[in-house]
């Protein structure tokens, strides 16, 4: 059956595979984006313009909606001396502010939807401690801690869960995987010796907004090639 889907970011990475998984089933997607103008040429893919850097948006939603996925998101890799307030403001701006306003803008028409479902995003980098990850470690720790919270609060109407990936192969991670030394240096340090895929990192998330994970809430899904998990040596 088709669904409605609001998703924030839509135009690179994860959020942009994401979509084009989601219109391939034939559900309706409308895309929260700094540059609806980047979104395809398709009649079932609405365009809003939002920038999850600024303050609360007003959207023109829908009356009703199934689904909502949040992808903006930042990598502000520093050593923890040099981070400025900026720099902690910028990321829980973008990743967790941006998040829970356009959330809370998008809640009366998922209330209204068929099975709602919130997919959010965090990052490895909370449950395991990596070097240089102390800002935006935290502003995703508040994400998953609004993750459980909701999916409490939202119970049994609306399902909210999250993925925390490792490394994945999109243009945030550009300067991190900009050569095949790179990646073959990122993909050791992971149990399954490799590192994300973007496509399949959508597949996730087309999972947990559909019917096949309706049992699912709460959760803090880790998509991270064991990394979180495993110590292999
Ligand atoms: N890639 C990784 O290695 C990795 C690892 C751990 C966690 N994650 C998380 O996974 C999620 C998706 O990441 P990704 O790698 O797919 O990132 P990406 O390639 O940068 O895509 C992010 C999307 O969000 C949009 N966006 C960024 N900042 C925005 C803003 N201020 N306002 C509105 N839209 C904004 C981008 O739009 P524009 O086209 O306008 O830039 C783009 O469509 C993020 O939350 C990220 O933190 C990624």
Redesign the pocket.
């Known amino acids: 059956m088709s669904k409605t889907i609001l998703i924030?970011?839509?135009?690179?990475?994860?959020?942009?595979e994401a979509l084009r998984a989601l219109r391939s089933d034939g559900h309706v997607v409308y895309c929260a984006?700094?540059?609806p103008e980047?979104l395809p040429d398709d009649p079932d893919v609405h365009g809003l313009a939002?920038?999850?850097?600024a303050a609360s948006p007003s959207l023109d939603l829908p009356e009703a909606l199934d689904g909502f996925a949040y992808?903006?998101?930042?990598i502000t890799l520093k050593p923890f001396g040099r981070l400025t307030t900026q720099d902690f403001l910028h990321d829980f701006q973008?990743?967790f502010l941006?998040a829970a306003g356009l959330l809370q803008a998008a809640l009366p028409a998922l209330l209204k939807g068929d099975n709602s479902a919130v997919v959010l995003?965090s990052?490895?980098a909370v449950q395991t401690g990596l070097p240089f990850h102390a800002s935006i470690s935290a502003a995703k720790g508040a994400v998953e801690g609004l993750t459980r919270s909701l999916a409490a609060e939202l119970a049994p109407r609306i399902r909210v869960n999250c993925i925390a990936?490792?490394?994945?192969e999109?243009?945030?991670?550009g300067p991190l995987v900009n050569s095949d030394e790179k990646k073959a240096s990122s993909a050791k340090r992971h149990p399954l010796n490799r590192i994300?895929d973007?496509k399949e990192i959508a597949e996730l998330v087309k999972f947990l907004l559909g019917s096949q994970s309706m049992f699912m809430t709460g959760n803090i899904i880790k998509a991270d090639g064991g990394l979180s998990s495993l110590k292999l040596f």
């Open positions: 924030a970011g839509g135009t690179s990475g994860i959020g942009a984006c700094r540059s980047k939002f920038d999850a850097s992808f903006p998101g930042t973008v990743n941006g995003f990052t490895v990936p490792s490394l994945t999109t243009p945030l991670a994300g973007p």
